[in-house]
């Protein structure tokens, strides 16, 4: 018996459960994550290889 299914959906309304949560005690944080600007293009003297900048 394969317990895949039971598991993900369990996985899941977990997940729904604590957006949920989120949303009513922090809606103005939960907005604001829309509002990230993902497409901005990083600056070239930026290093993108995880070191410590100085």
Same mark, same amino acid.
């Given at each position: @018996?394969?317990? $895949?299914? /039971?598991?993900?959906?369990?996985? @899941? @309304? *977990?997940?729904?459960?604590? %957006?949920?949560? #989120? ?6 944080? $939960?907005?604001? $994550? *829309? &509002? #990230? !600007? %993902?497409? *901005? $293009? !990083?600056? /070239?003297? #930026? &290093?993108?290889?995880? *070191?410590?900048?100085?």
């Amino acid at each position: @018996m394969s317990y $895949t299914g /039971p598991v993900v959906s369990a996985w @899941m @309304m *977990a997940g729904v459960a604590v %957006l949920i949560i #989120l949303v009513r005690r922090h809606h103005g944080h $939960t907005a604001e $994550t *829309a &509002r #990230l !600007p %993902l497409d *901005a $293009t !990083p600056s /070239p003297y #930026l &290093r993108q290889n995880g *070191a410590v900048q100085p």
